[in-house]
């Protein structure tokens, strides 16, 4: 038994639902569990690296220039850490990025919403 979704209102539609279901057949059919699979994904996500985590490694390795590296430093733990630090990397999406540069924008720093 594998759940597939909730279905309605800010779930999935039926249409995909009926997808999932014949994704998992197919599955089964080859002799993979989809709930063992389901798991195995979910595991995956849970170990993978936070942005904040993967922002830091970013920095270290990043070749650029000092005054560079400490501006660009300051914008993300002034902007950037307090929202996303413990966000998975798959939560953040291209509408959040645009918000969070609307929002620098708005306060007066064009250049550092660019940033």
Known sequence: TVTLGRYGEGGISLAEARDRCIAARKMVATGQSPAHEK??????LSAMATFGDAGRAW???AKMADSTR??????????IL?????????????GDLRALCAKVRDRGAPATAIH
């Open 59 to 61: 920095f270290k390795e």
């Open 39 to 44: 798991q195995r994904k979910k595991r995956r």
């Open 82 to 94: 307090p929202i996303w630090d413990k966000r998975l990397l798959t939560e953040v999406t291209a």
């Open 70 to 79: 400490s501006m660009r430093k300051a914008i993300f733990d002034r902007d």
